[in-house]
């Protein structure tokens, strides 16, 4: 299962997506182009999963996000990943 919308309010679009095998946990697409306001867009979307009875929602953020935005919600550091690509032919 899996939603997708768009909040023109908030100019965020987003994807919750369930994962494999697993019907109770999502991830988290977001795009946004108001930042300051991503508090307010996180609840939209966390609302939209509670709805859904999606009781564990994933995202991968870069760490300025991470420190500026999302560490005053309740969340489990799960790790790091990055991935370079220097140049696809």
Same mark, same amino acid.
């Given at each position: %299962? $899996?939603? =997708?919308?768009?909040?023109?309010?908030? =100019? $965020?679009?987003? !994807? !919750?997506?369930? %994962?494999w095998m697993k019907k109770d946990k999502a991830k988290l697409t977001l795009w946004t182009l108001r930042k300051k306001e991503l508090s307010l867009i996180l609840n939209v979307v966390f609302n939209i999963a509670k709805n859904y009875e999606f009781k564990k929602l994933y995202v991968s953020v870069s760490y300025d996000i991470y420190n500026r935005y999302l560490r005053k919600y309740s969340h489990r550091l799960l790790g790091n990943e990055v991935l370079l690509i220097m140049k696809l032919k």
């Open positions: %299962m $899996s939603c =997708k919308g768009y909040v023109p309010t908030l =100019k $965020s679009a987003f !994807i !919750i997506e369930n %994962m």
